[in-house]
């Protein structure tokens, strides 16, 4: 279409530098505007925009949902705050189909739609001259790597398709043209038009839905949110979902065939939200409403705003495993109130987050169940860092351009697991009070691991001396461990890893403590067990504990890891059932590289069952899941 930019783009998508400008107005047309960062580690080297000299500030969407063809379209109107220089914006954009751009009174400008360099997107760069305000019309990609479109098939109801996004880290650019950089925070609005009778959720306030006559055969929901947020946090999902109020401010979204089941699970909601403002103060968000999702959403949970989104898989019938519900609920301060500004610090999003989960654990459930849960944590990061080695530069928990994290037990472990030496150091009154004043004093705000270090330093520590000795530089930016660690109580675990040392000596199963175990000491005592079991002893666990028949998939996972590792035939066909109906990637990925991992007999089976349920999983699982089957023997 409009190729005019050749030239200009050169300059356009150069690197990016911090420029001199300005200070930001606290608003643009009545509504707030975060602040972006400048310094040199705030600079996101996975976006194209380039935010100091053009922004945008807010969203507004007007899209209908195509089921039959899986694709959106529509307008995007941006608000743009830009340097009274500026020419260009330069948003990103993955796959999307560029129709036009226009300015507010509907005339055409000029814009380029760069190269696509298979990771990032293709940058979109708009000649906006003096114009702050531009609609484009566009339409994503039935690709589009954000949503996942489900036949009815693939439901619990089976009559009506179902559509979710996850746009975490950089897929909200498959369908929507801003600038996707956790920096760049922006308010946003949207009406969303879906076939009668679907309905519609989304990460914002809902607002009254269009009037239609009775027979439409469409209709329009209506979603704010007038809080500036990171983009990876516009969530969509629509389908044939119903509500139940859970307390005065949360409720819980779901097809009516899981509903009973999803709110019986997370009755303990409102006591989660006001043990979560009594540690770290007020819930600034409004409602703190949940949609459980159909098993291909990807992810144990995502901390949307507004509308956490739940994998049904946490349901287990006895609230064992809610800590999720905790974890979602404190990103409502660690993560989407103060917002790592780029990726490489993730760790202020879910190492703070898994802290704070734990704190609400305690709060709700007691000290046992929260150091448990805390002790399974730890032994994750220990077993990673045998895996990877103590000095892995990924093992840090900030990582530069170029390294890689070593993955979650790091990211969210690992992070917790340094707030925790920190609390214990200096004791749980001052530890709280400098986090609630880190929550005040950046909300809604993008943060680096150097502002947090900075904060630690001036807010926390007494003196230069006191900063040194918590080795507070060395825990964010040195990899491994500090000598210092704080580490869980085991004798938390002590039956547990008594019982899981009686059975490895002579294969004496638990059978009536099993029953009377939470999930946690369930969860520990079968990663206690020897790695090499016999078919005869895993049959006999089995049929003893019920392993096959368990409503806990956290612990009906870890069985099916043990007995693939072991070649058990019987587990194939249970590993199959589980692989075709769940989508997390924290259960997929892992045994398919069990079962990769043994030889043609396995390889076979991973071929096969992959070959199947590829085309039921989301983008992300499927990213997980080519890199295990790509792997060598």
Not at 47 to 66: F, G, K, S, W
Not at 227 to 249: C, N, Q
Not at 281 to 293: A, T
Not at 363 to 377: F, H, M, N, S, V
Request: glycine letters at 6%.
């Amino acid at each position: 279409m409009m190729r005019l930019l050749a030239a200009a783009l050169l300059v356009v998508t150069a690197a990016c530098t911090t420029l001199d400008r300005a200070p930001e107005p606290a608003a643009v047309d009545g509504r707030a505007v975060a602040p972006i960062l400048t310094t040199p580690d705030a600079l996101d080297t996975q976006t194209y925009a380039r935010p100091q000299e053009a922004r945008v500030t807010h969203v507004a969407l007007d899209l209908a949902l195509d089921f039959a063809r899986k694709r959106v379209g529509g307008t995007a109107d941006l608000t743009i705050l830009a340097r009274p220089d500026a020419r260009w914006i330069v948003l990103d954009s993955d796959e999307l189909e560029i129709l036009r751009v226009t300015d507010a009174a509907g005339n055409e400008l000029p814009f380029t739609l760069g190269k696509d360099d298979g990771d990032k997107g293709a940058p979109l760069t708009v000649d906006i001259a003096s114009q702050r305000q531009i609609r484009i019309q566009y339409t994503a990609s039935a690709n589009a790597q954000a949503l996942q479109w489900l036949d009815p098939a693939q439901t619990a109801g089976k009559r009506h398709p179902f559509l979710f996004s996850q746009g975490q880290e950089i897929l909200n650019r498959s369908w929507i043209p801003t600038q996707d950089s956790p920096g760049i925070r922006q308010t946003w609005e949207a009406k969303i038009a879906v076939p009668t009778p679907l309905n519609v959720v989304m990460s914002g306030e809902r607002l009254p839905p269009d009037v239609v006559p009775a027979d439409s055969a469409r209709r329009t929901f209506r979603f704010r949110m007038d809080k500036p947020v990171p983009p990876y946090l516009i969530a969509i999902a629509a389908g044939d979902i119903a509500f139940r109020p859970l307390g005065p401010r949360s409720g819980v979204w779901a097809e009516p065939a899981v509903l009973d089941a999803a709110a019986a699970e997370l009755a303990d909601t409102e006591k989660m939200i006001d043990a979560a403002e009594a540690l770290y103060g007020p819930y600034r968000w409004g409602r703190y409403d949940m949609i459980v999702l159909p098993p291909a959403f990807p992810y144990g949970g995502m901390e949307n705003p507004v509308m956490t989104f739940l994998t049904p898989t946490f349901i287990a019938g006895d609230r064992s495993l809610t800590g999720l519900v905790a974890h979602e609920l404190a990103h409502s301060w660690s993560g989407n109130l103060v917002t790592n500004a780029v990726w490489g610090d993730g760790w202020l999003n879910e190492g703070v987050t898994t802290y704070f989960e734990n704190r609400i654990v305690e709060a709700i459930y007691g000290p046992k169940r929260a150091t448990q849960e805390a002790l399974l944590d730890f032994a994750a990061i220990e077993e990673k860092l045998a895996e990877v080695g103590r000095d892995a530069p990924g093992t840090a928990l900030h990582h530069p351009e170029g390294v890689e994290s070593s993955g979650s037990e790091i990211v969210y472990n690992k992070g917790a697991a340094f707030l925790r030496t920190i609390e214990h150091a200096v004791g749980r009154e001052r530890f709280d009070a400098w986090l609630r004043q880190w929550f005040d004093g950046h909300a809604f705000q993008p943060a680096t691991s150097a502002m947090i270090l900075a904060d630690m330093q001036r807010n926390l520590a007494r003196s230069p001396q006191e900063a040194r000795a918590l080795r507070l530089r060395e825990w964010i930016y040195e990899p491994g461990l500090r000598a210092n660690v704080w580490r869980p109580d085991p004798a938390a675990f002590a039956e547990v890893d008594g019982a899981a040392a009686v059975y490895a000596k002579g294969r004496t199963i638990p059978t009536a403590a099993w029953r009377g175990w939470t999930s946690a000491e369930r969860q520990r005592f079968l990663k206690k067990l020897p790695q090499e079991l016999i078919a005869k002893d895993l049959a006999a666990l089995d049929r003893a504990l019920g392993l096959s028949r368990t409503g806990n998939n956290e612990e009906r996972f870890l069985w099916l890891e043990l007995a693939l590792a072991n070649r058990y035939e019987p587990a194939v066909a249970q590993a199959d059932a589980f692989l075709s109906s769940v989508g997390r990637t924290k259960f997929v990925r892992p045994l398919f590289e069990a079962l990769m991992g043994e030889g043609d007999w396995g390889r076979t089976i991973a071929k096969r069952i992959y070959a199947r349920t590829r085309p039921t999983y989301h983008s992300v699982t499927q990213a997980a899941i080519d890199k295990v089957m790509a792997k060598q023997p």
